[in-house]
């Protein structure tokens, strides 16, 4: 009796060890998958400034959007860009060009993807408006490709700042209409057709003098529906998906 029940022992041993097994196996391999998944962007490697690091993490309503991080001033100053996407920086769109019946890339301008960062540059092309392009260019160092999903950016300013500065982020994702920015609310504009719902502009306050803090960044408006001014506009009750795009997005000072 004494063995019976010894071997019925081991064998519930047994039984919980091959269902519990694989679960941790593949909660591990998960794991290593979201490591793999997490990417490192980094811009201005030679810049003499500070060193920053942010930390981004898709919201929802995510779904490859378009960006630009820069800092400026306490006065709203622009002094220098972070990162761009590689498309808006060059003016070219892997699938810009259908000429020659197939998808190649080209040119394409989207005055309305991220007008605030833009209009904030304020370098004017030879097309008239703000848009970088062949000859107005962002320069390598300040761009990368758009990550899928979540990811880090290490980033340096190109001079070392005396004081406070100011770092701001602009996101915006093509056809995400919603009931009130809808495909016909404005049927003749052909810029607010790639746009829809406009892009979110986030920002928070760096002082140089705070090291390894993270900062996060704050919601303060939206840009113009279609890119025809630098503006900022307050009316986000308007928005849905466009303020589900970033779930968080932090700085700290290294």
């Keep these: 009796m004494k063995n019976h029940n010894h071997f019925i022992l081991r064998s519930a041993v047994v039984l919980l060890l091959s269902i519990l097994l694989p679960a941790s196996a593949f909660s591990q391999k998960a794991g290593k998958q979201d490591a793999k998944e ?3 962007i980094v811009t201005n490697a030679e810049g003499s400034g500070h060193s920053l690091t942010f930390e981004f993490r898709k919201g929802p309503g995510h779904n490859h959007p378009l960006m630009a991080i820069w800092i400026e001033d306490l006065d709203g100053n622009y002094l220098q860009t ?3 996407a590689r498309s ?3 003016g070219e769109f892997n699938y810009g060009d259908k000429t020659g019946g197939k ?3 080209g040119e394409i301008l989207r005055p309305a993807a991220l007008p605030y960062w833009s209009h904030k540059r304020n370098i004017l092309n030879d097309k008239g408006n703000y848009m970088p392009r062949k000859g107005y260019e962002v320069a390598d160092a300040y761009s990368g490709a758009t990550p899928p999903a979540d990811f880090n950016l290490k980033s340096r300013t190109d001079n070392m700042m005396n004081g406070k500065f100011r770092i701001l982020i602009e996101v915006n994702q093509s056809w995400d209409w919603n009931s009130y920015w809808t ?3 404005y049927p003749d504009d052909k810029e607010y057709k790639t ?3 406009p892009a979110v502009v986030y920002a928070a306050v760096i002082d140089p003098q705070v090291k390894g803090e993270k900062t996060v960044l704050q919601v303060i408006g939206r840009s113009h529906h279609a890119g025809a001014d630098g503006k900022l506009y307050n009316d986000l009750e308007t928005l849905t998906t466009a303020l ?3 779930s968080s ?3 700290s000072l290294d």
């Design 38 to 40: 997490l990417e490192t």
């Design 82 to 84: 972070l990162y761009v």
């Design 88 to 90: 808006i920086a060059k």
């Design 103 to 105: 998808w190649q890339p």
């Design 183 to 185: 495909n016909n609310k």
């Design 195 to 197: 746009s829809s719902q």
């Design 244 to 246: 589900q795009i970033i």
């Design 249 to 251: 997005v932090s700085v």
